[in-house]
């Protein structure tokens, strides 16, 4: 089983900029897609950004131009780039991983079946 761990988050003023990193047990599967979720106070989880395993991309409208998802070369790490940061974006953010799933990048919640811990991501105007 793949494990996922997430840091990278914390506390800042609307504008500003966070790069959250998902650390992986092992290297990622060729197979399947890797996500960014997040859940705000009285929301559910939401998809934010998806990517591939040929890197093709996903993103959701409200993040779309602001934030941007990646891989390193060893494929071991996920990353997601934020900026221009709202109050809106204020939630716990979890990286996932969809290795059972065969189609193209999706922000399809009940396509994950790994998932991190978490970590909080606060805008403040």
Do not use: H
């Amino acid at each position: 089983q793949v494990q996922l761990v997430e840091a990278g988050g914390g506390s800042v003023e609307v504008g500003a900029s966070l790069r959250l990193s998902c650390a992986a047990s092992e290297v990622f599967p060729t197979r399947g897609v890797l996500g960014w979720f997040r859940q705000g106070p009285g929301n559910e989880r939401e998809g934010v950004a998806t990517i591939g395993r040929v890197y093709g991309t996903r993103y959701a409208d409200s993040v779309k131009g602001r934030f941007t998802i990646s891989k390193d070369n060893g494929k071991t790490t996920l990353y997601l780039q934020m900026d221009s940061l709202k109050p809106e974006d204020t939630a716990m953010y979890y990286c996932a991983a969809a290795l059972d799933y065969e189609g193209p990048p999706t922000l399809a919640r009940g396509e994950y079946n790994y998932w991190g811990q978490g970590t909080q991501v606060t805008v403040s105007s």
